[in-house]
């Protein structure tokens, strides 16, 4: 389990077995949503509020970050159960973006609707 902490930049692993933390490791400002991959071993860190408008991979055991994935106004991040697709809570523009995941070139957007609306 990935546990991100915006107040030093850093994540913590922890065993979800034995909820033992089994690594810590910084990864940059703004550290709020970390996300799982299609890989195995690959997760994707969002920064929230993000002025570069994207999400960084991360690549445990060699706590290496991957290239920029740019996005239009990204808070959450997930990813189509076949993995082709990502889906991204374009929140700041009330809008549901889709992205093909290979290219990250946006496919098709949505309107959001605001609770209660």
Known sequence: MYVPSNDDGSVTVIDQATFAV????????LVQHVVAG????????????DPTNS??????????GGAAIRVDAPYNLYFTPDGSKAVVMAERKNRIDYYDRQTWKRLQSGIGRRAGA
């Open 22 to 29: 089994v690594d810590h490791y910084r990864v940059g400002k």
């Open 38 to 49: 299609v890989e195995p071993q690959h997760a994707v860190r969002h920064r929230e509020r």
């Open 55 to 64: 999400f960084r991979s991360i690549r445990p055991p060699e706590k290496r």
